[in-house]
């Protein structure tokens, strides 16, 4: 995966992080101790990077007339942005954008087109926005458990090499998207009266594909909003 994908979703989120910080100096100092010791239904923003793994929801597929029998594709590193709204003390709205990196993913083909066979190697580009609903549960002041469940908006960009015996290898490149479920679960953890620490997993469904994450990033609430 591109590693200028992964810091512009760093470098955008921290600038909104900035532009809460700068909007927070004009208030009043009293403001900003209440808001710290109560829950002010405002906006958070964050990010967060780590491992992903697609797998493959069917062994056996036909793309362009052609059928795939694929294996597994490997584990890679993604990153995700995120911005919210608490409606109530425990439930948020949240959209979110995804760069679930690039996955290879080995096959085996038969082109009935020219009768040809050989097997192959798919590099695939996986990213996607989502809607969800998250639910938090605090367990003291400063640590919260929570879940989220929502609507996913993917793209997959396959970018295939076929080799077939006797002949020079093929490349073919093409896209699909489509909208799947998006799903997660972790913790968040305040170590500031701004600032937290988050970790979460996610299982997001791309068509019959499936796709995981496990990242670990930060969070800033504007306006001292705890969780």
Known sequence: MKTTKLMLIATGS????????????????QDLQDSIEK??????????????QL??????????????????GNNNLGGETHAGFWISDNVALEIGARDY??????????????????????????????ISVVLGYDITSKLQLFVRAGVL?????????????????MHRTYDQSGT?????AGVSYRFHDYWHLQAQYEHDTFDVDQVSMVSVGMSYDFIGLTR
């Open 153 to 169: 908006q993917w793209k997959e960009t396959f970018d295939s090499r076929f080799d077939i015996p006797g002949q020079a290898a």
């Open 180 to 184: 799947g479920m998006s799903l997660g």
């Open 14 to 29: 921290l600038a909104c992080m900035q532009l809460a910080l700068s909007a927070e100096v004009a208030l009043p100092i």
């Open 55 to 72: 797998k493959p929801g069917s062994d056996s597929r036909t793309v362009e007339g052609i059928d795939f029998k694929y294996s597994a």
């Open 39 to 52: 829950r002010n239904h405002l906006f958070y923003v964050g990010f967060g990077f780590g491992p992903t």
């Open 101 to 130: 990196g690039k996955a290879k993913v080995p096959f085996a083909f038969s082109d009935p087109h020219d009768n040809s066979t050989g097997t192959g190697e798919s590099e695939v580009d996986m990213s996607g926005f989502n």
